[in-house]
């Protein structure tokens, strides 16, 4: 909560000239300044058409205003609207007049901060109004909204208090530490611990691809070099992006490139060719490439088809690690057989293409689409999450891995310690548990106004 005369004032939205810009206020005087503004009295969810007012007097521009009575706001607190057009000097002559009369400037992100603090949204909720604002596509905006409407956050609550509900019997069965756990309800302790497992590893998938389809998917094209590595990414964006030439070796850096498959955009990554020798430049190009496949979430495995078996076998080490991996035999071209240009979706085998002539591009762009676009579980909604949400879900399952050992061996008290750390991980996704250095961190991110 914030005290009397802590009032905010920010301009949330400005379009192009003969637009609309509104000027925010949130907090317990807004009303109050935003009257004086207008130079009448307002009526809660009733849109006034009002003439605003500088400190001589004079009209700075006409609009509409609109207030919001507390709770009912987005904030929780008193919201005033100034509707004017969307001319910046305006715009900021009507957030300096409600400062004059008392309001300060907010901070980016402090409504949705504000709105957090006064338990209109949890956490979840309030990043994903951050995540609908920047969906870079459609896809990308209905989940942020399924988010916002509380999809994850439901999940992860009903996991929470299924993770409390274990941990009140573990903590029970403490105190008759005496007898065998079998008597105290072992067998259903444990059914209930495997049902909770087998939750949060369904949780931990879909968030994962809640994240991807904020953030994006991070592709990287390895191989060895002179495999045409730079011709596929030129072919996938559709313009000469690398330098491409018969010298091996030519890429010395990384080139990022968005591209957009299937709807979903992702940022593809050319790398230098991977090889045992190089002089002192190429040698800080494959290191600066392996290091972008640590962070990788698919790796294209570019190698000649004329050789492909040398190829991979110059990548291995570098691509072992990556979460998924579609090997493309590139130059098909140059082979007797060719390759056909087909759409199939079967990611098992090598693709044949040619960056070069195009063969072969149609079946890799729905081979991506497969692997990009993976649906969800039957019955389940897409929704945005964030690394630190993946984050915080993969230490429960660790905490909820350990407390499974510890319940195996009787070791009650380690298990529900390992039981809380489970429940206080999940309880950092929604914000029922934060640190205020993290709400610091999350809510800077946001934009004016929001």
Not at 21 to 31: D, E, K, N, Q
Not at 416 to 444: K, Q, V, Y
């Amino acid at each position: 909560m914030h005290s009397e005369d802590d009032t905010i004032a920010a301009i949330a939205t400005a379009s192009g000239a003969g637009g609309i810009g509104v000027v925010r206020l949130s907090g317990p005087r807004a009303r109050r300044i935003a009257e004086a503004v207008c130079g009448r009295e307002l009526r809660p969810r009733h849109a006034h058409h009002v003439r605003f007012a500088d400190t001589a007097g004079d009209t700075v521009d006409d609009g509409l205003a609109l207030w919001f009575r507390a709770p009912a706001s987005y904030t929780g607190e008193d919201v005033v609207e100034l509707q004017a057009h969307g001319s910046p000097p305006v715009l900021r002559a009507l957030v300096d007049r409600v400062v004059a009369l008392g309001a300060r400037r907010a901070r980016p992100g402090e409504f949705s901060e504000r709105a957090f603090l006064n338990g209109r949204l949890d956490l979840t909720q309030a990043e994903a109004v951050a995540d609908l604002i920047a969906a870079a596509d459609l896809r990308a905006a209905r989940a942020a909204r399924r988010s916002l409407d509380g999809v994850f956050s439901t999940r992860v609550e009903a996991l929470a208090a299924a993770l409390l509900a274990i941990r009140v019997q573990v903590e029970a069965a403490i105190d008759f530490a005496d007898e065998p756990i079998e008597t105290l309800g072992g067998a259903r302790l444990t059914a209930d611990l495997a049902a909770a497992r087998d939750a949060l590893e369904t949780l931990l998938a879909a968030a994962a691809r809640g994240r991807k389809l904020r953030d994006g998917w991070h592709v990287v094209i390895a191989g060895p070099p002179n495999a045409g590595k730079s011709s596929l990414l030129n072919a996938l964006a559709g313009e000469e992006r690398a330098i491409v030439t018969d010298v091996a070796g030519t890429t010395r850096d990384l080139l990022r490139e968005a591209v957009v498959v299937g709807g979903i955009e992702i940022t593809l990554v050319d790398t230098a060719g991977l090889r045992a020798s190089g002089d002192t430049i190429e040698r800080e190009g494959m290191r600066r490439a392996r290091d972008e496949l640590t962070r990788a979430d698919l790796a294209l495995v570019v190698v000649d088809a004329r050789d492909p078996e040398h190829g991979l076998a110059a990548v291995a080490d570098a691509v072992a690690a990556v979460p998924q991996r579609l090997v493309l035999h590139n130059k098909c071209d140059l082979l007797a057989s060719g390759v056909e240009d087909d759409r199939s979706t079967d990611v098992r085998e090598p693709l044949r293409v040619s960056a070069r002539t195009g063969a072969g591009l149609a079946a890799l762009r729905a081979h991506l689409e497969t692997v990009l676009g993976a649906a969800p579980a039957s019955g389940e909604s897409a929704f945005t999450a964030r690394a630190r949400h993946v984050d915080a879900l993969d230490e429960a399952r660790r905490a909820l891995e350990q407390a499974t050992a510890e319940l195996a061996h009787e070791r009650l008290e380690l298990a529900a310690e390992a039981l809380r750390h489970a429940h206080d991980a999940l309880g950092e996704i929604t914000g029922r548990i934060t640190p205020d250095d993290l709400l610091g961190r999350i809510f800077s991110t946001f934009c004016i106004g929001k």
